[in-house]
């Protein structure tokens, strides 16, 4: 075997290097409304303290029903 032999075919160098190839700085992403709502339901990417809302159909106004404890003691 060649001791000078190497896998591979030697490249020229250029302006790209490999983190802006993976990961650019200049591309341009505008978040609009539908971009966040697509992200909402692919990556579960809601804003800090943002209600997730699944659609679910209530048989009551989740806006004014709450769960948990109540104040009123429900005896058996």
């Known amino acids: 075997?060649?001791?000078n032999f190497s896998y591979g075919n030697a490249t020229s160098f250029n302006d790209y290097?490999?983190?802006d190839v993976i990961a650019p700085n200049d591309f341009p992403i505008e978040n609009t409304k539908e971009?966040?709502?697509l992200y909402k339901g692919t990556h579960g990417n809601y804003?800090?303290?943002e209600q997730v809302k699944r659609k679910y159909v209530w048989l009551f106004d989740p806006?004014?029903?709450v769960f948990g404890k109540s104040e009123k003691l429900v005896e058996d």
């Open 1 to 3: 075997m060649d001791k």
């Open 17 to 19: 290097v490999a983190k």
């Open 35 to 37: 971009i966040k709502e």
């Open 47 to 49: 804003e800090a303290g």
């Open 63 to 65: 806006a004014t029903h």
